[in-house]
C-alpha cells in the first residue's frame, strides 16, 4: 500500500486489517493535542511489556519528533498516541503498529490555529533564573503548594476544586506523587490525616495484588492500570485549564518498607525504565506537566541513578517538558547537563536568604545558570518533634512561612510552600482535610491569600529584570534594576539606607499582609533611607524612575 492511500483527512477513520486508526481531528487550537486511537485484536501476551505504537510529528518548523504510544487497555485491544501542536501551523504524522502478527502504518496531517493557551513552561533564555510561558511568552512567577497525595482523593470534582482554588490563590504549581506513601494514616508526619471513604493512601500506576494492604500492595510492575491513568489524567486537564502544572513526582519517599515497587536489585532494569517512559508516552502531550524524577532521592537512591533517570527521561521527551529532582541536600547540579532547575529542600530559616543567594551565586559561576527553587521549607503549624521541631509559637505559622517566601523570593529564587494539616497545631486534634499531604482545605485555611498578594506585587512591574544585591548584615533585603526599578524588603519592620543610582524615582509602599499600596514621596539618587515603619511588621518598597 503506497503513502498517499494511507493519508486520512476527511474521514474519521481508517481500517488496515485487524487493525483501526481513529484520529480525534485534524484541526486543533496551539497548545493543544492531536489524539489517534488505534483498535486491534487482543494481545496473547501482556500488551505493557513493549511499545507497540510509535510515531513521528514533523512540525512547522521542520522538526521530526520521535513519539511514543501507549496501551490503554488490559488486553491490548486500546492504544493511543498524541502529538501535541506546541505553535501554530502545519504538521504532518506517521504510525507504526506492531503487536504479535499484526502490523500497521498510518499517515496523517493537522493544522494549529492561533491560541491563546498558554502551553508550556519554560527556563526564560534571555533571563535563565526565570520562566516563561512558551505559548504567549508570559513571565511564569513560580509560587507552588506540596499537595502530595491530590490523587488519594476518590472524587475527581473535588481534585478540580482543589486545583480551581490553587488558581484563584496564584499557586501555578501542585507537586503530585503517582504513588501514594505506603501509610495507614499520617501520623508518622505527626498529623490526624486518616483514610476515608473520600480518601485513601493506597494509590499507584500499578494493578496491586493485595489492593487492601498500604504496606504490601504487591504491585505487578510489568503492567498498568489504566483506569488509574484516566483518572490522573482528568487532573491534568482540569489543571490545563486553570494554567496550573502539576509536578508528576515518580517516587514519594521510597526507602520505606515495600514503598520502591523495583528494589534496588532491579533499580535499573526494564520495569523502571518502562515506568519512566509509559507516564513520559501518556502525560507528555499535556502543557500542564512537569517531571521530578523522584522526591528525596538520597533516602533510596544514589546521585548516580538519579543522573541516569534524569537523562533518560530528557532523551524521550519530544517537548521538554521541565524536568528536576527534589531532594534533601544538593544534587550535583553543575555535573548534569538535564536538569532545567535546582529543586531543593533546606527547612526554616536556613533555607531562606542567605541560603538561597549562596546557591544562586554559585550556579551563575558554573556558567550553566537556571532557576532555583526551595521546595520545601517547612509547613504551616507542621511541628516533627522528633526531626527537631517544637510546639511553641510562631514556629512555621502561617506568617513567618510568608515571610520566608519572600526572603527566598528576594534572592532572586522561587519557592513552594505547603497548608497546615492539623487545626490544633499539636497532632491530637480531629481528621482535617489534610492540607500539604493531600491538597484538602477548609475555612480555617489562609495561609495562601499572603503568598497571593507577594505574587500580584511582584505582577505588577518586569521582576524578571532585577537582581539580587547582596548587602551582608543588612536589614533590608534589595533586589535592583540600577537606574530604572528597586525593590527593597524589610522583613521585621525598621529602617535601614540603599543606595541609589542617580536619578528621580517615585516610592510606594506595600503591606504584604493586607495588600494595600501606599505613596511614599519622592527619593533622589545616592543614599537613600527608607521611612520608618513598625518594628516586627514586614514591609516592602517599590522605587521606580521618575520621569
Given at each position: 500500500m503506497t503513502r498517499s492511500l494511507l493519508l486520512v483527512l476527511t474521514i474519521p477513520c481508517l481500517t488496515l486489517g485487524a487493525v483501526r486508526f481513529e484520529p480525534s481531528s485534524n484541526a486543533v487550537e496551539a497548545q493543544e493535542f492531536v489524539e489517534i486511537v488505534v483498535h486491534s485484536a487482543k494481545s496473547a501476551q501482556n500488551p505493557f511489556q513493549r511499545f507497540a505504537l510509535r510515531g513521528t510529528l514533523r512540525t512547522p518548523d521542520a522538526a521530526a519528533l520521535s513519539?511514543?504510544?501507549?496501551?490503554?487497555?488490559?488486553?491490548?485491544?486500546?492504544?493511543?498516541?498524541?502529538?501535541?501542536?506546541?505553535?501554530?501551523?502545519?504538521?504532518?504524522?506517521?504510525?507504526?503498529?506492531?503487536?504479535?502478527?499484526?502490523?500497521a502504518i498510518y499517515s496523517g496531517t493537522f493544522t494549529a490555529k492561533p491560541s491563546r493557551r498558554k502551553g508550556l513552561v519554560a527556563v526564560d533564555r534571555e533571563n535563565p533564573f526565570h520562566f516563561v510561558w512558551s505559548g504567549t511568552g508570559e513571565h511564569y512567577f513560580w509560587n507552588g503548594l506540596t499537595t502530595y497525595a491530590l490523587l488519594g482523593w476518590k472524587d475527581d470534582n473535588y481534585?478540580?476544586?482543589?486545583?480551581?482554588?490553587?488558581?484563584?490563590?496564584?499557586?501555578?504549581?501542585?507537586?503530585?506523587?503517582?504513588?501514594?506513601?505506603?501509610?495507614?494514616?499520617?501520623?508518622?508526619?505527626?498529623?490526624?490525616?486518616?483514610?476515608?471513604?473520600?480518601?485513601?493512601?493506597?494509590?499507584?500506576?500499578w494493578p496491586a495484588g493485595e489492593p487492601g494492604n498500604v504496606h504490601a500492595p504487591k504491585w505487578d510492575v510489568s503492567r498498568f492500570d489504566t483506569?488509574?491513568?484516566?483518572?490522573?489524567?482528568?487532573?491534568?486537564?482540569?489543571?490545563?485549564?486553570?494554567n496550573v502544572v502539576i509536578s508528576v513526582v515518580f517516587f514519594l519517599d521510597g526507602e520505606d518498607e515495600g514503598a520502591d515497587p523495583?528494589?534496588?536489585?532491579?533499580?535499573?532494569g526494564d520495569d523502571a525504565r518502562r515506568y519512566y517512559r509509559y507516564v513520559n508516552a501518556r502525560f507528555g502531550a499535556y502543557t500542564s506537566v512537569?517531571?521530578?524524577?523522584?522526591?528525596?532521592?538520597?533516602?533510596?537512591?544514589?546521585?548516580?541513578?538519579?543522573?541516569?533517570?534524569?537523562?533518560?527521561?530528557?532523551?524521550?521527551d519530544p517537548y521538554h517538558h521541565l524536568?528536576?529532582?527534589?531532594?534533601?541536600?544538593?544534587?550535583?547540579?553543575?555535573?548534569?547537563?538535564?536538569?532545567?532547575?535546582?529543586?531543593?529542600?533546606?527547612?526554616?530559616?536556613?533555607?531562606?536568604?542567605?541560603?538561597?543567594?549562596?546557591?544562586?551565586?554559585?550556579?551563575l559561576a558554573t556558567g550553566h545558570p537556571f532557576p532555583q527553587i526551595n521546595e520545601e521549607y517547612g509547613y504551616e503549624d507542621h511541628y516533627p518533634v522528633k526531626w527537631g521541631g517544637n510546639r511553641r509559637p510562631p514556629a512555621r505559622s502561617a506568617d513567618n512561612?510568608?515571610?520566608l517566601a519572600w526572603e527566598i523570593t528576594m534572592a532572586g529564587c522561587y519557592q513552594t510552600t505547603g497548608e497546615k494539616a492539623n487545626r490544633n497545631g499539636d497532632g491530637q486534634g480531629p481528621p482535617t482535610p489534610g492540607g500539604w499531604i493531600n491538597g484538602g482545605f477548609d475555612d480555617s485555611m489562609h495561609m495562601l491569600e499572603?503568598?497571593?498578594?507577594?505574587?500580584?506585587?511582584?505582577?505588577?512591574?518586569?521582576?524578571?529584570?532585577?537582581?539580587?544585591?547582596?548587602?551582608?548584615?543588612?536589614?533590608?533585603?534589595?533586589?535592583?534594576?540600577?537606574?530604572?526599578?528597586?525593590?527593597?524588603?524589610?522583613?521585621?519592620?525598621?529602617?535601614?539606607?540603599?543606595?541609589?543610582?542617580?536619578?528621580?524615582?517615585r516610592v510606594r509602599s506595600y503591606d504584604p499582609r493586607s495588600g494595600e499600596w501606599k505613596d511614599a514621596g519622592i527619593a533622589g539618587g545616592g543614599d537613600w533611607a527608607t521611612p520608618e515603619s513598625v518594628a516586627g511588621g514586614d514591609v516592602v518598597y517599590l522605587l521606580g524612575k521618575s520621569e
Open positions: 513519539v511514543d504510544g501507549f496501551c490503554d487497555s488490559p488486553d491490548g485491544s486500546l492504544h493511543r498516541i498524541r502529538f501535541l501542536a506546541v505553535k501554530p501551523g502545519s504538521y504532518s504524522y506517521d504510525l507504526q503498529f506492531e503487536q504479535g502478527t499484526e502490523k481534585i478540580g476544586e482543589i486545583i480551581q482554588r490553587a488558581a484563584r490563590l496564584k499557586i501555578n504549581r501542585l507537586r503530585m506523587t503517582l504513588i501514594g506513601p505506603r501509610v495507614a494514616d499520617a501520623s508518622r508526619w505527626y498529623e490526624p490525616v486518616r483514610p476515608s471513604d473520600q480518601f485513601q493512601f493506597l494509590f499507584g500506576p483506569a488509574y491513568f484516566r483518572k490522573v489524567e482528568k487532573a491534568l486537564l482540569k489543571a490545563r485549564e486553570a523495583f528494589g534496588k536489585a532491579a533499580m535499573f512537569s517531571w521530578d524524577v523522584t522526591n528525596e532521592w538520597h533516602l533510596f537512591r544514589n546521585a548516580w541513578w538519579v543522573e541516569q533517570f534524569g537523562s533518560y527521561l530528557k532523551s524521550i524536568l528536576s529532582t527534589h531532594g534533601r541536600g544538593d544534587f550535583p547540579w553543575s555535573l548534569s547537563q538535564w536538569p532545567d532547575m535546582a529543586l531543593y529542600q533546606i527547612w526554616d530559616e536556613s533555607g531562606g536568604y542567605e541560603a538561597m543567594l549562596k546557591r544562586r551565586q554559585a550556579q512561612r510568608r515571610r499572603g503568598y497571593r498578594r507577594m505574587v500580584e506585587f511582584f505582577e505588577a512591574f518586569p521582576y524578571w529584570r532585577l537582581q539580587p544585591v547582596q548587602r551582608d548584615g543588612a536589614p533590608a533585603r534589595l533586589l535592583a534594576e540600577p537606574g530604572v526599578r528597586y525593590v527593597v524588603y524589610l522583613p521585621e519592620g525598621g529602617k535601614d539606607r540603599v543606595v541609589l543610582a542617580a536619578g528621580r524615582y
